[in-house]
């Protein structure tokens, strides 16, 4: 445990969806030198709410600036900023690609030893569109850059906090009579809970595996229309899930996308939605320890939970 405490460990992109889980179960497991960088205002200060003793840095990591004195005695980089949505090519270069040479200049700079980045299964997936794009170029700048690494690259994810996937759809669902569904729904889908993924990023941290990739993928492989029912069960919604055709659905996401700077759904991830991957990880529990937790407990634990279902991010 002592060793914990003395592991100064610097997460960018803190503030969002696996950051705060991350940070919930770093602190859990005894780890007290963490810093959090991240540039949303909004959602750094949840965090330092939750976790006042976290150093809490606000910045755009694709920016020079003062934030990379926070490298300084760092023993390792959970690298973990990253655009997932979006309108414009330029965000997904801006905070995907020039943000990480950034950081990764910064690492062998101050000498940090150690980086686990945060990649993403699209890397192995059949879209082609922005993010895919610059996840693999992001991947890539990280094994090349010649600092001993990991590389995870998780699933859809789910869990605690989320603006985003499941919790936009779990309070769209709340707040509408009628839920829509493009075509018949049955997409297989294997979403990954925040939690385990926290504590495989945590085996990582302890144990520094050098130059591995892991895909990790949810152990639960369930249809897209079947999380919307789990969903629906677990929080005791009375609404009507209704399917129309894919054309009629991607043209009202264009439509909406129009009037949203940040549309929660895009045309693009419908497409991968339908794309039909169906993605192999490693055993979780061999590998790291972390059995899964059972789909429709997860999904009970991140909407329904008291201490942090209530809260969500901004986007």
Known sequence: MSARRNTKIVV?????????????ELERQGYERLVAIDKHAYNLRILKQLHPRVEVIEADLADAGKWEDAFDDA??????H??????????????NLAATRRVLDACRRRAVPYVLHVSSSVVN?????????TKKAQEQLVVSSGIRHCVLRPTLMFGFFDPKHLGWLSRFMARTPVFPIPGDGRYMRQPLYER?????????IEHRPDGTVYDIVGDTRV?????????????????????????LFDFLLRAYA?????????????????AGDDFRGVDTFAVFGVKQTKFEEAIRESYCEPRYSDIVLKR
Not at 75 to 80: A, E, G, M, P, R
């Open 12 to 24: 960018t992109g803190a503030a969002g969806l696996v950051g705060q889980n991350l940070i919930v």
């Open 75 to 80: 023993q390792v980089l959970v690298q973990l």
């Open 82 to 95: 990253a655009q997932i949505t979006g309108k414009f090519q330029e965000d997904f270069e801006r905070n």
């Open 125 to 133: 997936s059949r879209a082609d569109d922005n993010y895919t794009r």
């Open 196 to 204: 385990d993924f926290c504590r495989c990023i945590a085996w990582c």
């Open 223 to 247: 249809d897209y229309i079947d999380i919307i029912h789990t969903i629906k069960r677990v929080k005791g919604l009375r609404t009507w899930i209704v399917c129309i055709p894919i054309g």
């Open 258 to 274: 129009v009037f949203s700077r940040k549309p929660p759904f895009t045309a693009e991830q419908l497409r991968a939605l339908v």
